[in-house]
């Protein structure tokens, strides 16, 4: 069974760092994508960041660009989002997913809530 | 980027009716790659329907998804209590793939 467990979330000032860590069972971790997505409070899904199967290639949403990186460890079946300067409007819920390529994303974490205050 | 729009935002309907919920798309979406999901609260979404139109294992046949190009439909033929919840159509055609912004169906 696929099971994808977030943890990492808090809350955290402005300009405050944050690491987030999904651990991954179930599947080959390191033929699969993976990536991010998060989810403010009533509001819709936002794809974050992902990072292909064998981690050469990461992608960025323009939101984030230049302060979250994405990164992962196949000793440890795990995937990482390193998140910098954080800003209010990076409040919300994170989600790892399993990245299918060009499919849907089928599995998903429980979420790990990150809220950025003073 | 594609932005995707979903209407209603809000489908206030009754148990047994039947629900259609709009997707459409700011550019036509190739392979007509969109999904669709639906999330409980404090839960994942979870998917239902991918390709458009193909039911996603173990996703009862009340759920229906249809359209091409820029416009797409999940149609759910007779609303079961649990039906009341939220959905997001996704597109995953052209990079970065993006969501809309939901519906809410509930209870009227």
């Known amino acids: 069974e696929v099971q994808l467990v977030e943890s990492g979330g808090g809350l955290v000032k402005p300009g405050g760092s944050l690491r987030l860590s999904c651990a991954a069972s179930?599947?080959?971790?390191?033929?699969?994508?993976m990536a991010w997505v998060r989810q403010a409070a009533g509001k819709g899904l936002e794809w974050v960041s992902s990072?292909?199967?064998?981690?050469?290639?990461?992608y960025y949403a323009e939101s984030v660009r230049g302060r979250f990186t994405i990164s992962r460890d196949y000793a440890k079946n795990s995937l990482y989002l390193q998140m910098n300067g954080l800003r209010a409007e990076d409040t919300a819920m994170y989600f790892c997913?399993?990245?299918?390529?060009?499919?849907?994303?089928?599995?998903w974490g429980q979420g790990t809530l990150v809220t950025v205050s003073s | 980027e594609i932005v995707l729009t979903q209407s209603p935002g809000t489908l206030s309907l009754s148990p047994g009716e039947r629900a259609t919920l709009s997707c459409r798309a700011s550019?036509?979406?190739?392979?007509?790659?969109l999904g669709w999901y639906q999330q409980k609260p404090g839960q994942a979404p979870r998917l239902l329907i991918y390709?458009?139109?193909t039911r996603a294992t173990g996703i009862p046949d009340r759920f229906s998804g249809g359209g091409s190009g820029t416009d797409f439909t999940l149609t759910i033929s007779r609303l079961e209590p649990e039906d009341f919840v939220l959905y997001y159509c996704q597109q995953y055609g052209s990079s970065p793939w993006t969501f809309g912004q939901g519906t809410k169906v509930e209870v009227k």
């Open positions: 997913v399993r990245d299918e390529g060009r499919f849907p994303y089928l599995y």
């Open positions: 390709g458009a139109s």
């Open positions: 550019q036509s979406i190739s392979g007509n790659s």
């Open positions: 990072i292909s199967s064998r981690g050469s290639s990461t």
């Open positions: 179930g599947f080959t971790f390191s033929s699969y994508s």
